[in-house]
């Protein structure tokens, strides 16, 4: 996005042939965990992997999610995301170009989050999407203080996002780099102008979508996001899938449609991402977007998203 407002922007993809993509980009996360939450580590979804496997991470999902309970739900973000295996996390996004962390809410915590987007003083600023030719349905912009919450899991991802992230950055020869406390890098955004928060909810009823973008805000862009289904597929919705392109070199774009259920969380990148080619490392332009509500069980208000993108905007 670009002063608080989508940016279809983005240049065509552009190869850099000397480095390797290692099988895995970042270490697993080394942080201290109660014995509760310890044993049954939080995984990514592998893609393509079987139902026994889904089942066990949606499992582990599930005991971390009571884990962090026992301390109160906003403190216990941290021990959650402590807890998830980074290492399949980052195989992942090195894979496919996303991962899905299953439950990384809970539903109770879901419907009360999304019954926040009615609470007007939470947010800064409201954008109908038919107006902007971003497609159709609407969002609103948190303002700061951040909720305890959504704050929680702004601060908690960037640590280990950042490792993935400055390892992406070499591979493509990118010259920024990040440091690993998240006020830190807002304090370079906003020396920079960009003091706006940026974490939004999305609204959509039947017939809306959201238009293919990237979210981009001004001079400083952290290059990983993440987004938190809060509403149930099947019961709530039917369509309004989350849907990830891939711009390669030379190449039609590829296409990723993100099957998530309420609760889970997708990380995927805000613009670029590296991809091995048979001459090295090249980049990839990403955009992503939401298709077709076809039918809603409850109106306007039938499917709602968490965006939880890392800078501020202008």
């Not at 992942?92 to 899905?100: D, F, M, P, S, W």
């Not at 369509?239 to 296409?255: A, D, I, K, Y």
């Not at 449609?257 to 670029?272: A, E, S, W």
């Not at 077709?292 to 499917?303: D, E, K, L, N």
Request: with cysteine; net charge neutral.
């Amino acid at each position: 996005m670009k002063n608080g407002e989508f940016d279809f922007g983005g240049g065509a993809a552009e190869r850099k042939p000397r480095k390797q993509l290692p099988v895995s980009v970042a270490p697993p996360v080394q942080a201290a965990v109660p014995a509760a939450a310890a044993a049954p580590a939080g995984s990514a979804v592998p893609a393509g992997d079987n139902a026994d496997a889904a089942a066990q991470a949606a499992a582990n999902a599930l005991a971390l999610a009571n884990a962090r309970k026992a301390v109160g739900a906003a403190a216990g973000i941290a021990v959650h995301v402590a807890g998830l295996d980074w290492q399949a996390i980052a195989d992942e996004l090195n894979a496919h170009g996303y991962a899905i962390v299953p439950g990384m809410l809970g539903a109770d915590e879901c419907i009360a989050m999304a019954a926040q987007y009615r609470q007007a003083s939470l947010f800064r600023s409201r954008v109908v999407m038919a107006q902007h030719g971003f497609g159709s349905g609407e969002y609103q912009y948190f303002r700061y203080p951040l909720p305890s919450m959504i704050s929680a899991l702004r601060q908690s991802l960037y640590g280990p996002l950042a490792d993935i992230a400055n390892r992406w950055h070499e591979l493509m020869d990118m010259e920024a780099r990040f440091p690993p406390d998240h006020a830190d890098f807002l304090a370079r955004c906003h020396a920079a102008g960009q003091q706006r928060p940026t974490p939004l909810m999305l609204q959509y009823g039947a017939g809306d979508y959201n238009c293919l973008h990237q979210d981009l805000y001004g001079e400083h862009v952290f290059p990983l996001q993440a987004a938190i289904l809060l509403s149930q597929p099947g019961k709530d919705f039917e369509g309004g899938e989350f849907v990830l392109t891939e711009q390669r070199p030379r190449m039609q774009s590829r296409v990723e449609v993100v099957p998530l259920k309420r609760g889970d969380m997708v990380i995927f990148p805000v613009n670029h991402r590296p991809a091995q080619g048979a001459r090295g490392v090249y980049r990839v332009a990403m955009r992503h977007g939401v298709s077709r509500i076809r039918s809603a069980s409850s109106g306007p208000t039938a499917r709602h998203t968490l965006g939880l993108i890392f800078h501020d905007a202008t």
